[in-house]
Nanobody, 117 residues
Framework: QLELVESGGGLVQPGGSLRLSCASS????????MAWYRQVPGKQRELVAA???????NYADSVKGRFTISRDNAKNTVYLQMNSLQPEDTAVYYC???????????WGQGTQVTVSS
């Protein structure tokens, strides 16, 4: 079972940057596709960015050109670099992993990102 712990959230002014980290344990990280999701109260959780085991990435249209997902298999960690943050990026951000041969997603506990002046 993959265990995930996010960190790096916080309060940032519009136009600022944050880097989220998601550290994994309990399983072989390199065989998991990884992703970042976000959720605001009253709305469905939405995909922000994803990275495959081979390093292919995809992004929600709303974050293209501003956010970058990356992974370091040696450190069992996936990152989300967020630049040019806007108030609409305010949400709880969740890390998720899915084994290449499986369908069950594993979730972290989430980290709050608040963009406000």
């Amino acid at each position: 079972q993959l265990e995930l712990v996010e960190s790096g959230g916080g309060l940032v002014q519009p136009g600022g940057s944050l880097r989220l980290s998601c550290a994994s344990s309990g399983s072989i990280f390199s065989v998991y596709h990884m992703a970042w999701y976000r959720q605001v109260p009253g709305k469905q959780r939405e995909l922000v960015a994803a990275i495959s085991t081979g390093g292919s990435t995809n992004y929600a249209d709303s974050v293209k050109g501003r956010f970058t997902i990356s992974r370091d298999n040696a450190k069992n960690t996936v990152y989300l670099q967020m630049n040019s943050l806007q108030p609409e990026d305010t949400a709880v951000y969740y890390c998720a992993g899915r084994h290449v041969m499986g369908s069950t997603p594993y979730w972290g506990q989430g980290t709050q990102v608040t963009v406000s002046s």
